[in-house]
């Protein structure tokens, strides 16, 4: 347990992978930003975007972006990080001082271990609610002021008819795809628009060919006689909503917190549906600290090889080879996994247990 107290030299690794890490991932999230940027400078002047409308819109997607990058920034930031030790002399005092590679390895992973918990906090909070609000801007615009996104649903202007569903699906028959409302509430207004003539609830509404279906509905209309009530199982519903721009209004599973995706994943359990396309991204959240800190980890040794002869620029050339590899071998296995049947929990740890299984007997045999 000696061996594994904070000492001086995990300070000195420690800021060191620090700085470099908070430097990369700086670049990385203002790069990403400043691409998206411009491409929202072309949708100023449509549908009365704005230049301030297209900045909104960058700012609030900001800490999805920190956390999309946050495993390439430390990634590459280690490398960078123990790199310049190595090219220094001060990694080779530290072996010659006893300090083993494994030792090492863990010093510079202990800064990202203490990051990582504040990544996870602000991708389950302020990143899932700032894709809303993004989405619901675009929503806007798109709709032409008919259609937004708050945090009691989707709220649609339909004629004389409010409409809002407090959560939606995107459902899938044979080639055909289209979005299912959840927990439906329409509001009939009278043709003056001052007070409501009908309420309907139902469990669903989707569209089928031409029109809507809403299931298993409740109906209660107001007249001068009084409220009367009435329930069917599905009633046609004569709306005027465009199924594409509702598409358009669903944010991707993957943006979605885990707390959201574990409410669809409930909902799709109870009625029998597919529930892989938002198992896959709940279990890839969940196992997002793990990936990280198994993948600093596990690529840690370049630092100690090839790259204590080299510069800062083959010390980030090696880092993006690596993240990029990950990249698409982890996307890859998980997709096999969603191919061939493979339970989500399990396509999500195969990755980090394939880096596990390398740095193991990488730190094993240069002990």
């Avoid at 465009?242 to 943006?255: F, G, N, R």
């Avoid at 709940?282 to 997002?288: E, K, L, T």
Wanted: proline content about 3%; charged content about 15%; overall charge positive.
């Amino acid at each position: 347990m000696a061996s594994l107290r904070i000492k001086r030299v995990d300070w000195l690794i420690g800021i060191t992978v620090l700085g470099s890490m908070l430097m990369v991932w700086l670049i990385l999230v203002g790069l990403d930003a400043m691409i998206q940027f411009v491409r929202q400078l072309g949708f100023i002047g449509r549908n009365g975007y704005t230049l301030s409308n297209a900045i909104f819109y960058i700012v609030v997607t900001i800490p999805r972006r920190m956390y999309e990058m946050f495993s390439f920034a430390a990634l590459i930031g280690g490398l960078l990080g123990l790199g310049g030790l190595a090219s220094t002399g001060e990694l080779t005092a530290l072996r010659a001082a006893g300090m083993s590679r494994l030792r090492i390895a863990v010093s510079a992973v202990g800064v990202v271990a203490v990051l990582v918990m504040g990544v996870v906090v602000m991708g389950e909070t302020i990143g899932p609610w700032g894709d809303q609000q993004a989405q619901a801007l675009q929503l806007r615009l798109r709709s032409g002021g008919n259609l937004g996104l708050t945090s009691s649903g989707t709220w649609a202007r339909d004629g004389d008819r409010i409409i809002n569903a407090k959560n939606s699906t995107l459902r899938t028959a044979g080639d055909h795809s289209f979005v299912q409302l959840i927990d439906v509430r329409v509001f009939t207004l009278t043709p003056d628009g001052r007070q409501l003539s009908r309420f309907d609830q139902a469990n669903t509404a989707e569209q089928v060919g031409k029109e809507w279906v809403l299931h298993h509905v409740r109906t209660t209309t107001l007249d001068d006689n009084g409220v009367h009530s009435s329930t069917s199982a599905d009633e046609h519903w004569d709306s005027k909503l465009d199924p594409e721009v509702l598409q358009q209004s669903l944010i991707q599973p993957q943006y979605l917190a885990m707390r959201d995706l574990q409410h669809i994943i409930d909902y799709k359990h109870k009625n029998g549906e597919n529930t892989r396309p938002y198992e896959t991204p709940f279990w890839g959240r969940v196992m997002y600290p793990v990936n990280v800190l198994v993948l600093v980890l596990c690529t840690m040794p370049f630092a100690f090889g090839a790259l204590r002869s080299g510069g800062l620029g083959k010390r980030i050339f090696m880092g993006m080879i690596i993240a990029i590899s990950w990249y698409f071998v982890q996307k890859a296995i998980v997709s096999f996994g969603t191919v061939y049947g493979v339970p989500p929990l399990a396509a999500n740890v195969i990755p980090a247990m394939l880096m596990v299984f390398i740095g193991f007997f990488y730190f094993r045999k240069n002990a």
